[in-house]
Structures are given as structure tokens and as C-alpha cells.
């Protein structure tokens, strides 16, 4: 079975900081997905239309339901990945930070 992971930059980023990682997962024969979240890279959604929890519902919605993923954040991406996991546990095999936010629980990015 191929594993999945999905890519999710930080603020100020695109799916373009995943460049070089993202060849290396598909040589191993990982199936890697690395989206721009809305209103940041080259998606044009105003950012007054975006919150963390539009930007997990677009992430948990590229989960695959035939097998877990790999969620892996990256600063900001760190805070996205820990609310897709708990909107969606059962396709969700590990989380990996880089350099990234976990927060406590009800805190926020703005607040750290």
C-alpha cells in the first residue's frame, strides 16, 4: 500500500517550499500531496474568507479514506495539522512537525 503524505506549508508560503522534499518522498514510492492552502502560495481566496478551520476542513477533504496519512506542518502548518487530526483520527497515521506550532489546547497562533 502506498503511503500518503500530505505537505501543509506555513504562513507567508506556498506548496512551492515543499520542492525538494516532495521528489525525494516519490522516489520511495510515497504519493505526496502539496497544496497551497487557501489565500496563501498561488491561491487567490481573499484572506478575510480564510480561519484555521477552513483551512483543516480543505486539508482533511484531500485525505485519502482508504488508508491513513501522514500530515506533516510546517510553522503555521503545525496549528492545521493538529485540528485535521482531531476532525478526522481515523485517517490520520502520525503527525510530523517541522519547526511548528503545537499549541495547547484553546490557545492560538496569535497568542503564542
Not at 477533504?61 to 495539522?81: E, F, K, Q, W, Y
Not at 493538529?82 to 517541522?98: D, G
Amino acid at each position: 500500500m502506498t503511503q500518503t503524505f500530505i505537505l501543509v506549508h506555513g504562513a507567508w508560503h506556498g506548496a512551492w517550499c515543499w520542492h525538494k522534499l516532495t521528489p525525494l518522498l516519490e522516489s520511495k514510492g510515497a504519493r505526496v500531496i502539496a497544496p497551497d492552502l487557501p489565500s496563501m502560495g498561488a491561491d487567490a481566496t481573499p484572506a478575510s474568507e480564510v480561519t484555521l478551520e477552513s483551512w483543516a476542513t480543505f486539508i482533511a477533504r484531500l485525505a485519502p479514506a482508504d488508508s491513513p496519512c501522514a500530515l506533516v506542518g510546517h510553522s503555521l502548518g503545525g496549528a492545521v495539522i493538529s485540528r485535521v487530526a482531531e476532525l478526522i483520527p481515523e485517517r490520520i497515521r502520525t503527525l510530523v512537525y517541522v519547526s511548528a506550532y503545537l499549541l495547547p489546547a484553546g490557545a492560538t497562533v496569535a497568542e503564542s
